[in-house]
């Protein structure tokens, strides 16, 4: 009622009435979980419209929250599925199960998941927290997962996609990001017809991308080359030179990345990240706060050459790097995944040394 009287006089005191009375209505007695989950995605879309009104990000917050809500709700058996059962009404049944299945299992339609990845994207906008970012790009990405390639808006989604996996580039450095936009330009490419307008914007853009690769590239190489040229300016007892190594590193990385596949990752850069890697770790002591991040990138670096090469000696390095990681941390710094790395690295040893003797 006070919804649809703020869409024919747009009284903002109406919307504000809305939002209340929903929120009054959830703080009600139990009542059935797809009604729940129905309620936060409506206060979801009342919190946004107000976000339109007053430009408040509080409100923007909630629209958030509320749809991530209705995802977090899971099923139970309720009563009405009982009664149900015991009048052995199959036919009421099914309708039950599959509205619990969607509502409660954190199921979120498309619809939904698009508008949440909407949602996050504005947050991001507003606010600039990568963490907005990247859940607008899973929540994107979920919402196309169930559409017909050959939807009509598919073209679209796939170009916001690639939009934001440039902003993530544009954030972090990492390149793999454009690799992902390109590899989103070229759906459309490989599936629209000649003719179609949209194709020539998608070929501009997978164009666009490869420049910005290369121009990538050669910015790397430049800044390799200009450590490389202080470095050999600076004795080992200069106090800049610890930095100046830190430094090297996650260049010669950005560099190896600048692939696409396999077979075009320069592996001489990965052996020059680890080199580098190797000799940042020696110009920190045990107590430093920042040897397990360096440690537990090292051991990445090693598996991905393994990958690569296949050389044994590297699980051994992973392993080594790793295990020194685990122990230096506190134990409430302890993450299960960093044991469960450990023990996955422990069984390709075992299971690679087993297959070559």
């Known amino acids: 009622m006070f919804e649809q009287k703020f869409d024919q006089e747009g009284h903002i005191d109406d919307l504000n009435n809305a939002i209340t009375a929903y929120e009054d209505y959830l703080k009600s007695a139990p009542f059935p979980i797809f009604d ?54 199959r036919d009421k049944i099914g309708n039950h199960i599959g509205a619990i299945n969607h509502e409660g299992t954190g199921g979120l339609s498309s619809g939904d998941l698009l508008k949440l990845a909407s949602l996050y994207e504005r947050r991001f906008a507003w606010e600039d927290r990568i ?22 808006q598919m073209s679209n989604y796939l170009s ?36 179609d307008p949209n194709k020539s914007y998608h070929f501009l853009e997978v164009e666009r991308l490869h420049k910005r690769k290369v121009e990538w590239a050669n910015y790397i190489d430049d800044a390799i080359t200009k450590k490389k040229a202080s470095l050999n300016l600076l004795s080992n007892f200069e106090s800049e030179r610890p930095d100046q190594v830190l430094e090297l590193a996650p260049l010669h990385q950005q560099r190896f990345d600048w692939g696409d596949n396999e077979r075009s990752y320069d592996v001489f850069h990965l052996d020059n990240a680890i080199t580098s890697q190797n000799a940042s770790l020696k110009l920190l002591s ?72």
């Open 36 to 89: 729940r989950t129905s309620c936060h995605r409506e206060l979801a879309r009342l919190y946004e419209r107000r976000f339109d009104w007053g430009n408040q990000i509080r409100d923007l917050d909630s629209a958030i929250t509320n749809y991530e809500a209705s995802r977090a709700i899971r099923p139970r058996l309720s009563p009405w599925l009982v009664w149900l059962v015991w009048r052995d009404r």
């Open 131 to 152: 963490s907005d970012l990247d859940n607008a790009i899973k929540n994107l990405k979920a919402g196309i997962k169930d559409l017909s390639i050959h939807d009509t």
């Open 160 to 195: 916001t996609l690639a939009r934001l996996q440039e902003q993530q580039f544009d954030w972090d450095g990492h390149l793999r990001h454009i690799h992902d936009a390109i590899a989103m330009h070229e759906i459309p490419l490989k599936l629209l017809s000649r003719h």
């Open 286 to 357: 045990n107590s430093d706060p920042e040897k397990p991040i360096y440690l537990f990138e090292l051991a990445r670096l090693y598996k991905r050459r393994f990958h690569l090469k296949s050389h044994l000696i590297d699980i051994g390095g992973a392993i080594k790097s790793q295990k020194a990681a685990v122990d230096l941390l506190p134990a409430f710094n302890q993450e299960p995944n960093h044991f469960l790395d450990l023990a996955r690295l422990y069984m390709q040893r075992f299971e690679r040394a087993d297959f070559e003797t």
